[in-house]
DNA sequence: AAAAAATCGCGTACTTTATACGCAAAACTA
DNA sequence: TAGTTTTGCGTATAAAGTACGCGATTTTTT
């Protein structure tokens, strides 16, 4: 069974059991040596990149498909995840057309103009060095990639992250963010290089360490020097409960 | 062909056009009597209320499908129209179980425990003055709900309404809201009073006024009077090109 | 008809939040 | 050892948000 017949079948059992035309597309951000990044998968035997994604199974709520999308990709548990956007225009192709897509894909006789899918976008903010990226049945590989480094993606992929970003930009406003992106203890420059690198701009390091002291979410480790210095920074670690009280203020998590 | 046997054949007819597992939801917002009110369709023969909704055809874009359903159900073109949520759960039923839900709906025959939808949510602000609520081929009666004295819905469109009515209010904080709420020339106390109803909370009209100006959203009607007083209060019209850059600014509106 | 109450536009004072920038101590550089 | 960088923390100023005053006008009350 060559590689085509080996995806063809896998495709058809995977979506015997799954939902009809609903898709989930996880955008899956980490934060590594001052830069914001992606997980993407490589398909199987090409070049082409994209995001991880899944199928819902028929006695399953939908978060918890992405839930176990994203436990699958990374082997991590209790995560930040939301559901952002829903991508459901008819041609959800950016840079290769469906036929060509398809193509790329090594599944030409899979390709059908009727097919369409609607892809419902997740966004989770993951701790970069506790990931073990995990390929999936159609992967080759699956690695970090900055985010302002990406190649062109297959479908609309592009675009979904560029809304995810967005997304996670204003979350920032209203929400604080890095209990899942940091390590569990870390100097208030880790804190603010991760403000800057999800705003893409630079912030005031007094001013930032003013404001993050007034929302109360974080508390010195005890492995803080009682004198900081150059070498020695104070270090911090969140309140999760004051932490998790500003987020649950805004949440929307019904559905 | 009695009723139920009428529904059946609609209800396959129309599944055979549109993409299978997808529904949309729409929370219709209007304002009148400084109340905020919305859309709630009667299914035919009973009392039982739910959201407009509708299903997407094969060939059409999700949010064009929600447009659509909206027009049909108002009427009016050109309308804030926004997806906010998906609801994924397996079990969407808040009051009445599914199979409940099929009885009270007359279509028990149509009840199928492995049946289910993924809905997306969309909210609109529509011009309660400009709507003729207009029923569909489910539906006897279609009209305006007060939000807060509501009837317990089918399904979950209670909780829906409840998101919708949360992403409103945030979108209150980042954006200008009432264009599409208010008829064309408006007094400063009728878009308080806009403000007042979505937050829930009383606003100072004084602090109201100085906020709108610096905006600068607003523009005199020609209508207004030179001398303001009670019987004759400045009306105002949205300076349209202003309204929008503030909109543009914040908006998510790829997929 | 006069007094009281309500509503309008607009203004001022105060408080909270955001932004700009200063400074000393520690540690590295050379 | 002198200069530079990085750290924690402080102060001054600007902007945004909140409380409330006032006179003019209209409605309601008596």
Redesign the pocket.
């Known amino acids: 069974m060559n590689f085509q017949e080996e995806v063809q079948k896998f495709i058809q059992e995977h979506f015997q059991n799954t939902l009809p035309t609903i898709a989930l597309d996880l955008v899956i951000f980490g934060f590594h040596e001052n830069q914001l990044k992606v997980l993407l998968l490589r398909w199987k035997g090409g070049d082409y990149w994209m995001l991880p994604g899944g199928r819902v199974y028929k006695k399953e709520d939908v978060d918890d498909a992405a839930t176990r999308i994203l436990r699958e990709r990374t082997k991590l548990e209790m995560l930040f995840l939301q559901q952002f956007h829903v991508f459901g225009k008819l041609n959800r192709s950016s840079y290769f057309s469906a036929q060509e897509t398809y193509k790329l894909l090594g599944i030409e006789n899979l390709y059908s103009p009727d097919f369409r899918d609607v892809s419902v976008g997740y966004y989770a903010l993951v701790e970069y060095t506790k990931v073990n990226p995990v390929a999936d049945n159609f992967s080759d590989e699956c690695r970090w990639w900055s985010i302002d480094e990406l190649p062109c993606l297959l479908f609309d992929h592009n675009d979904i992250i560029r809304v995810a970003l967005k997304t996670l930009r204003r979350q920032l406003s209203y929400q604080p963010v890095g209990y899942n992106l940091l390590p569990e203890i870390f100097?208030?420059?880790d804190l603010q290089s991760l403000y800057e690198t999800i705003l893409g701009r630079q912030l005031?390091?007094?001013?930032f360490?003013?404001?993050m002291m007034?929302y109360g979410i974080l508390e010195l480790s005890e492995s803080s020097p009682k004198?900081?210095?150059?070498?020695?920074?104070?270090l911090y670690r969140f309140k999760k409960e004051r932490y998790e009280q500003l987020l649950d203020d805004e949440e929307l998590t019904i559905g």
């Open positions: 100097s208030m420059t005031d390091r007094r001013n360490y003013k404001q007034t004198i900081a210095s150059r070498k020695t920074p104070y």
